[in-house]
């Protein structure tokens, strides 16, 4: 009888030898100053090769938001490609960021023939500024019809271009927003940027209101990419992490994470070597990656960048997300960035700081006496209004079928959406509620470790709270429940919308208790005292995770939005769809669009996952399970024939005899319902997912891991979480 070995492909993967550095890629030789940014066409590249005239107006461009100048962008073409063709592109593609959640891009030669058998380069203004891909088989929720093929790619002067180099050549990248022929946002980019306009007018006008000098406020954002690693010799091996990104079964390994000894543990040399050269690769890309760690879980790594502007934040976020993929494969790895691709062990999120501020002063800093900074009591307080009010679009904003697995299940905040601010801004906010006025703020004090010759620590006035889906940080606020897959760009979207909201109304009625003649001090300090009174049921500084703190929310009247399908609709409220039409962020078609995608791609992922566990049940569980069966009822038989009595064998037998029987019936169940899909519309083939599809391979799975836990290792099909979390 055939057998099947996976243990030989556990010696592979353990044996392998990551190939020696080429090129640039050996980090202890670089310079890393000069290395950073190097295929970057940043503000220090054009400053250099532009006419000061247009670098300034390019200039205005990014920092103050006014209207481009044709002729500038002309300069810029030229030299951009220069830039680019000096250091050995051949192409430019605009780079753009459909709804998928990845990127897009469509090659052009820079070289253009001129007709009388030779050719040159060019490279135009109105090919920088305008792209014309093919839009018709991306999605748009409706807002074209399919043979509505036409869509235009805009550049975005505010992320620079970038060279993306390979073993076929290089290319010039230039980020771009994407719209359709009529003009509709089809695309992650164009709301984050309209978001960012929102935010900036709202916030410039409260600077006015306090006398600061009203400069551009800018969102920034700073996203935690947590990841796993598995080797390619068992990731090709099993047909569920191919098409689903997890595993749809697998048993819990003698050990996983129990022992605490893989979180912050030194790193496997082949995953070190793996990480200095993304943080090469992405560090060329003026990409400023800070942190590397290994994870909780066994085989999980994290890596994360510093704060910068918002827009270029989600850029480098999806260049981070392929650049992990793409420079895994060179070390036999595989990089796995869905939510929860192993049961039983923590699943991975991107945990979003956001803040937002001026190029002098971040609007979120507390500072040294936080009770006296009326000015951060302020944009602190619109923020938490902005929570309280919109729960719901927080967390539609990172509804998906992978992030079901991870929310509330004691590794990543809970569904519930709350705010911790900590003892110190939690104080301040109690004594202005009461007294209308705050005098005094907890101190942190120094630290003590018991050993002289330790540093006695600074010690802040609040712990962190690391159950909190929205938890303030000392200067920024953390947005924990964001899945690792997903892209930053409409989270961040609806965290600028909301708060630009809550700053406008807030700013209205200091602006008319003003006009009254109230003095701003005196409106000041009513406002926040009287809008504290309304959002501090969204604060919660204790464990998220409890019991208790389930029914105290529920009495609190927040909500609980416990799958992606409950919070989903939820988008296209009434309220909703008023708050991002006011400030022009989403049009009712764009957002009724969104909606659709959501709940189609939430669909599709989950008819993936009923398929592929249907195909390797039946092709794969099953028959090795039946080898199994087959070999101890031969056992017994010979055993039998010789006088021995084999009622070990037996028992072993009916066992699996048993399970196979269940899991012939569970797979009967889960066919028909695959085949069924549920309906001839989306919304109702989504439900009919999750209704029955989901607790039908769940009933597949329990069945499959027992028998993993009993048939012969040599037997099993697939790679074990045993191999696959350790092997590294």
Known sequence: MTR???????????RYAPPPPVDGAAQKRIDLEEVFGENLFGLHEMKSRLPKPQFEALLSTIQNGTELDPSVADAVAVAMKEWALEKGATHYTHWFQP????????????????????AITEFSGKELVQGEPDASSFPSGGLRATFEARGYTAWDPTSPAF??????????????????????ALDKKTPLLRSMHALDEQARRALRLFGSPAKPVRPTCGAEQEFFL????????????????????GTKPPKGQEMEDHYFGSIPARVLEFMNEVEFELYRLGVPVTTRHNEVAPGQYEMAPIFEDANQAADHQQLMMSTLRRVARKYGLVCILH????????????????????????LLEPGETPHDNMQFLFFCSAVLKAVARHQDLLRVSVAHAGNDHRLGANEAPPAIISAFVGDQLQDIFEQIEKAGEARSSKAGGLLGLGVKVLPRLP???????????FAFTGNKFEFRALGSSQSISFPATVLN??????????????????????????????LLASEIHEFKHVIFNGDNYSEEWVKEAERRGLLNLRSTMDALPRLVDRKNVELFEKYGVLSRRELESRYEIFVDRYFKTINIEGETGQYMAETMILPAATRYLNDLLTAAERADEVGMRAEGVLKTAARVNELIDQLTEKLEVLATQNQELGGDDVFSKAEHMRKNIIPALDAVRDVVDRLERIIPDDLWPVPTYRDMLFVK
């Open 497 to 526: 919308t909301i708060v630009a909201e809550a700053l406008d109304e807030l700013c209205t009625k200091l602006e008319e208790e003003l006009e009254k003649g109230t003095s701003f001090d005196d409106a000041l300090r009513s």
């Open 163 to 184: 060279l993306m180099e390979g073993p076929g050549g290089a290319y010039l990248c230039i980020p771009t927003a994407f719209a359709s022929w009529a003009g509709d």
């Open 339 to 362: 939510e929860k691709p192993f049961q039983g062990v923590n699943g991975s999120g991107k945990h979003l700081n956001w803040s937002f501020g001026t190029d002098d002063q971040n």
């Open 99 to 118: 709804l998928t959640g990845a990127t897009a891009e469509k090659h052009d030669s820079f070289l253009k023939p001129t007709g009388d058998g030779r």
């Open 230 to 249: 598995v080797d390619e010799e068992f990731f090709y091996r099993r047909p569920d992490l191919v098409t689903s990104n997890r595993t749809l079964f």
């Open 459 to 469: 010690k802040h006035a609040g712990d962190r709270n690391r159950t909190s889906p």
């Open 4 to 14: 099947v070995t996976p243990r030989f492909d556990s010696l592979a993967a353990a």
